[in-house]
């Protein structure tokens, strides 16, 4: 038995290391198709979980890709090393993937899960991190968390020892409810909300609720990764429609009964720009007209600068098309794990029973806390606070982009934690930039490399650089960008003429 | 736009009615196939989210019912009334799914909501609940945890302003794979520990990782609803295998390469049952030669009242086949939502990253206090207190048992948190027996809505019942099955000879 074990084993990495080797030595070209691992494990013999475990090393190494239900092909480029020795010791750029060419599932999952842990590695070596979606540590209201934690303790323990609404605590619900009137325009009840755990929670219930494969699922051009690889993991297909500075281009939709559509109206991920309210109506209609859902992100909406914050197209949504979610992640912290959906009446309750079969809810005392801080008023007063934190670091980094680059080219900078600055042409590539500040400590960070996906020919998502400021200081913004400038002017080549600033990511 | 929406949902309600009147009046008889929702969108112009959507209401309803991969037919039987009208206000067994016929997935699906949504409305009408799973409140060591909480809160709130590592706080991590090795005989990595969001996280992270559609899934019979909704609900073809007073028998296992399978070894669920170390070695043999993987539910392990706790499957697993899961809802509260997997080194690394995709983790304050109670000792010392609170919990009710219905036919009294109670010939079914106890404020459950699961013969598993004794005091416990036993002494029919105690449930 034991030894059985063993050779099992043994038997995979044989199996992987002769398709590695015909890989390699030509044998088996970039492009061919492989077989099936049905096929595989009868060719050699060898059990089907032994093929598919090879065949998952062999992706996660990037001598292979699978296509979700087209078949397993030969990749264009042949990884030096394997993913899993480099991930934390190489620089992103060198793994990047161009996301319209091949970017299957797979490897998506894992250059998802590579951004996500890429914090870690790199955050000990960077000085100034501009990483997105991060909120101001120092902002968190520790003092009435405490209370409110406290208090729920001393007040009773049951909350730990049952199970709960898999909906999620009612209070908390309730709270939710009052809040997203006023402050987004959404009548809802708070039977239709359902308490998720952050907005990958939410992604998945949505799509295991709503997408059966083959399904087409528009996504912004470019999206929040996020978001794009659970909807294509569910087997939805991609459809990309391009943004504009009014938002997703609602007359480039397809006409696509049943279709299922990801948007990010408020503060679209990445580029920032608010959907227009005529854009909202047109897309409600599209989506009436093609019985057709949206899945509304709302995800910073908390933090608009620049005018009062339009209605959520689910304050607008008559036809009951929309499914909202909202998140603490950004305007609390993420180590809450709490965000929440807002679905039409009719899919609520089955909405509530997929929730229980996922994972039945979310910790109580959280949830319980967070409707004390709600109901009591400590929360509107947190984002007022914070709002005017985070416009004051904004304020920096536009001055300091400005104070050692000239006038830039940004977009999003009226709302959010984040603003996406496009490179003037002369300057090297994002992911170069994004090489050369790592190296001196500073995090800029590519499309790809910043949770962004853009569909398109290669390259082209190349111009951009995406900046977080939400975490920083003022202080820390200044030195980020200063040092960011040396580094640039420092990689000019010898004996080329010294960059003047506009030259650097100036408009002409 | 607004008229749009109203007209498309007017249009499936109008789908949905022609589809029921047309099952209501025989038109369409039990068992006969509906056509696809593709095929029904072309036949009757509409969009095929509109013949989903109908389709939906009329499953959820149980006019129809869907295999998956196979096709959706008519149900057997017509309910009478909704099933989301009845929800709550029914009694169990009224809805009683014969799950070896028919009971399909979406069917299984609402039927494990309504478990979990059972006790909210009955709870407040039951005067002792012997409800399966759940802890006792007045055992959670709120003192130390409230020290815990605070501790971590006041030294530091990154945690709660971070994303953190998917697979889990670190030092839980470690905390656990400390716990392990003494407690139950695994020696883990922390690397190989993911820390999940109970069972059903688990189960969802796993079945995502290792289940195709079509694949094998060998679950116990009975086994644990749970679990095998959700092994089910991504594909898997469930297999059951009988469990006798030795476990599983696995001499009854098919030879199926590839195959995955779900046991609960330290205590069935529900039998209560502990797979001896023979059929363990059997066990894991047979995953290495059949190149398995095996699911290891230890839900209650920490709760043994005779003799030592066997090692776990984990501890004996020299062919990386195993995939433990803990939990810690039974043996500190659900209300954490917190248990764990130890699994294989060579799957640590991609169910890091499924996780990230599914949730990206859990609530980071729960999980240092449970480092903290961990490191400290406090956690040790929890489960030897809880053990004996237990232990006179189940003597007490092993006596009422006795005292009211004679000496009687229990299972899986040697650990855990519930036994089950074989009904003797000549009482009445145990669904029967679950609804005349709820008209009097006892809750005792038959498997289905106990959340077991039974293959076979209709009405098989009507002669046992579930008791939950965790959460009850004994007096608690005697009151309950004194009512109880008059409950049934009053039920009998009038004009029959009075019953002695041993008629009912008694050994003849």
Redesign the interface.
Same mark, same amino acid.
């Given at each position: 038995?034991?030894v059985?074990?063993?050779q099992?084993?043994t038997l995979q990495i044989q199996v992987f290391e002769q398709i590695r080797a015909m890989i390699i030595d030509g044998r088996l070209r970039a492009g061919s198709p492989l077989p099936a691992t049905r096929e595989l494990?009868a060719q050699m013999g060898i059990?089907?979980?032994?093929a598919?475990?090879a065949y998952?090393r062999l992706s996660?190494e990037g001598y292979i890709y699978t296509r979700p239900h087209v078949g397993t092909f030969v990749a264009a480029e042949i990884p030096e090393e394997t993913f899993?020795t480099s991930i934390g010791e190489t620089e992103p750029g060198e793994h990047g993937h161009d996301p319209a060419h091949g970017a299957d599932f797979t490897t998506r999952?894992?250059a998802?899960?590579r951004v996500?842990?890429l914090?870690?590695p790199h955050r000990k070596r960077l000085t100034v991190d501009f990483w997105v979606?991060?909120?101001?540590?120092g902002s968190?209201p520790?003092k009435a968390?405490?209370k409110h934690?406290?208090k729920r303790?001393?007040r009773s323990?049951?909350?730990?020892?049952?199970?709960?609404?898999?909906a999620g605590f009612i209070e908390l619900r309730q709270a939710i409810s009052d809040h997203l009137g006023p402050a987004r325009g959404i009548i809802a009840d708070p039977e239709q909300i359902i308490i998720v755990?952050?907005c990958?929670?939410g992604f998945?219930l949505i799509s295991r609720l709503l997408i059966e494969p083959g399904d087409t699922v528009v996504v912004e051009n470019p999206c929040y990764q996020?978001a794009a690889?659970?909807l294509e993991?569910f087997g939805g297909v991609l459809h990309p429609v391009a943004v504009d500075k009014e938002g997703i281009d609602v007359a480039s939709l397809p006409e696509a009964?049943?279709a299922l559509v990801y948007v990010t109206p408020s503060h679209q991920y990445p580029m920032g720009v608010t959907m227009t309210l005529p854009r909202r109506?047109a897309l409600?209609?599209w989506a009436?007209?093609?019985?057709?859902?949206i899945i509304e992100d709302d995800y910073d909406s908390d933090f608009r600068f620049t005018g009062s914050p339009l209605t959520a197209l689910k304050g607008l949504d008559?036809?009951?098309?929309v499914l909202y979610m909202g998140t603490f992640?950004k305007c =609390?912290?993420? #180590?809450?794990?709490l965000g929440f959906l807002v679905l039409p009446p009719?899919l609520a309750?089955?909405a509530?029973?997929?929730k229980?079969? =996922?994972?039945? #809810?979310?910790?109580?005392?959280?949830q319980a806390a967070m409707a004390d801080f709600m109901l009591e008023g400590g929360y509107r007063r947190h984002l007022r606070r914070v709002r005017q934190i985070y416009l004051e670091r904004r304020d920096a980094l536009l001055a300091s982009l400005e104070q050692h680059f000239g006038p830039c080219n940004v977009s999003g900078e009226d709302a959010g934690m984040h603003l996406v600055w496009s490179i003037a042409e002369g300057l090297p590539d994002a992911s170069e930039i994004e090489r050369r500040a790592l190296e001196n400590g500073i995090g800029v960070y590519a499309f790809f490399s910043g949770a962004a996906l853009h569909f398109g020919p290669a390259r082209a998502d190349q111009r951009h650089l995406v900046l977080g400021y939400a975490?920083l200081t003022p202080r820390e913004i200044k030195a980020g960008i200063s040092r960011l400038a040396s580094v640039l002017r420092a990689a000019t080549p010898a004996g080329s003429r010294p960059l003047r600033p506009e030259q650097i990511g100036g408009r002409s």
């Open positions: 038995m034991i059985g074990g063993v099992k084993t494990s059990s089907r979980n032994t598919i475990l998952e996660a899993f999952l894992m998802c899960s996500h842990s914090r870690n979606g991060r909120p101001d540590p968190f520790v968390w405490s934690i406290w303790l001393q323990g049951t909350g730990l020892t049952e199970y709960g609404d898999p755990g952050g990958q929670d998945n996020g690889f659970v993991g009964p049943g109506l409600l209609s009436n007209r093609n019985d057709a859902y008559r036809g009951n098309r992640s =609390m912290g993420p #180590g809450l794990r009719h309750d089955p509530r029973r997929m229980a079969l =996922m994972n039945n #809810g979310h910790s109580w005392l959280e975490a």
